[in-house]
């Protein structure tokens, strides 16, 4: 006869349902507040020359200021990635804007990460059954590469890819790396973009059919190394 399954501790439910109202109040805030007409394509058009006075004069403070939006941007996952890739090339150019924004986003996708480890894979994870402990079984083996993968891969909603993987096994440095990584290209490509803004005359023009064939080729290249595996073991 099994062991029933341990109660939850009711703290955790409580913790659970104030993180879930906190994140959309502040999402909810975001948008009452008009936040998506600050963190916009023309609003950065609009006040190119302030952004470029401001970073010249406060380089340093820029890019603290610029490094905390986008971890905050991140870990509540607000709709802002592409335009702060914007702005971020405009104000640094496209050699440290990748970085930084790489970094940033690692570091607020993490802190994502291991909130909803903590808070809602268990519950999650009970719910799925057998199906959720094949899927956390092969996700895990190759877990640098399919987390690669769904970086790289432009046509995964990014909040699916920052929480799906806390439902899985997957170590936070293999996280994080894999998110650094795979945030490099894309972020490489806006800010290039940002660099040279009077260029753009839409953030439409950003997802054009070459810059989604690249990225999704270099995220097919990351599953390269589990095929082969396949492959070789089918042989044997």
Not at 64 to 83: D, E, K, M, N, Q
Not at 124 to 130: S, T
Not at 153 to 178: G, K
Request: proline fraction near 5%.
């Amino acid at each position: 006869m099994s062991n029933p399954t341990p109660e939850e501790p009711r703290i955790h439910r409580w913790l659970r349902l104030g993180v879930l109202a906190a994140l959309a109040s502040c999402i909810a805030a975001f948008f009452a507040f008009g936040g998506h007409r600050y963190f916009s394509f023309d609003a950065i058009r609009e006040h190119r020359d302030a952004l470029l006075a401001y970073t010249e004069a406060n380089y340093a403070q820029a890019l603290l200021l610029g490094f905390a939006t986008f971890v905050i941007a991140t870990l509540l996952c607000l709709p802002t990635g592409s335009i702060l890739s914007l702005a971020f090339g405009l104000m640094f150019g496209r050699w440290v804007a990748p970085l930084l924004l790489a970094t940033a986003g690692t570091v607020g996708a993490t802190l994502l990460f291991l909130g909803a480890r903590y808070l809602f894979a268990r519950p999650l994870r009970r719910r799925l059954g057998a199906l959720g402990e094949r899927v956390n079984q092969g996700f895990t083996r190759d877990a640098f590469h399919w987390m690669l993968f769904l970086r790289l891969t432009p046509i995964f909603p990014y909040l699916i890819v920052n929480l799906a993987p806390a439902l899985t096994d997957i170590r936070v440095h293999t996280y994080a790396a894999a998110t650094f990584l795979g945030m490099l290209p894309g972020t490489f490509i806006f800010a290039n973009v940002g660099q040279s803004l009077g260029r753009l005359n839409s953030p439409e023009q950003l997802w054009s059919v070459e810059t989604l064939t690249a990225l999704g080729l270099l995220g097919a290249f990351a599953l390269v190394p589990i095929f082969m595996r396949q492959w070789r073991s089918g042989r044997t």
